[in-house]
């Protein structure tokens, strides 16, 4: 993964658009003017009024899930806390986990 467009510069476009088209099995119509306008630094899109006049708000449909999770506030004990955020990474996902097990075992009631 390419981390800054210094990086991007640096690239052998023709070498990364051969890989891409093999990768691909086919070519890949306009690859390299693509390649080349990333190289370049031209890869953000203008937009003029009128098209940000038209717009709908929010987000694009069939981006939020049917049944999104709710944010909440909850209090921990500040050990139990530490223990939870020790685990890294995702560590609200694995309470859910955690408490969904709890519910599906029938520790917790179920609800709906």
């Not at 937009?47 to 049944?67: L, S, Y």
């Not at 709710?70 to 020790?86: G, M, S």
């Amino acid at each position: 993964m390419v981390k800054s467009l210094k990086a991007l510069q640096g690239i052998d476009t023709e070498k990364l658009a051969k890989a891409i088209e093999a990768d691909a099995g086919m070519a890949v119509p306009d690859l390299r003017q693509a390649l080349a306008q990333a190289k370049a630094g031209d890869f953000a899109a203008i937009h003029t009024p009128e098209q940000i006049a038209t717009r709908k708000p929010g987000r694009p449909a069939g981006t939020v899930k049917t049944h999104a999770k709710v944010a909440t506030n909850i209090r921990f004990d500040p050990d139990v806390l530490a223990a939870l955020k020790a685990t890294g990474r995702g560590w609200q996902t694995r309470v859910n986990e955690l408490l969904r097990a709890d519910i599906e075992s029938g520790r917790l009631a179920k609800v709906g």
